[in-house]
């Protein structure tokens, strides 16, 4: 999450953002907490971090089908997939 998203979260009625002034509907600017905003970004910054690390959702789907995780009836489809369009 990025300074200007977590202003808008933290203030409905933010409509625009200019560097760091924020403002309204109307075009006046709206005090925004500062210290509020970087608490959000730092409560959000695991979910970011996590995305940069974790494998690509094929490749864990991949391995779910592979182990043997899927329902009957998923592992049919899937396998039907691979099927129809095999690895040349």
Known sequence: MNKHEAIFELNSS??????????????????????AVQTLIDSKAYIENRQKEYPPIG?????????????????????AVKDKYPKE
Request: proline share 0%; no cysteine; glycine share 6%.
């Open 59 to 79: 490749d864990q789907l991949d391995d779910l089908f592979k182990a043997g995780a899927f329902s009957t009836e998923m592992t049919a489809t899937i396998q």
């Open 14 to 35: 933010v409509t625009n953002i200019k560097g760091d002034i924020a403002y309204d509907i109307n075009g006046n600017e709206v005090e925004y907490d500062a210290d």
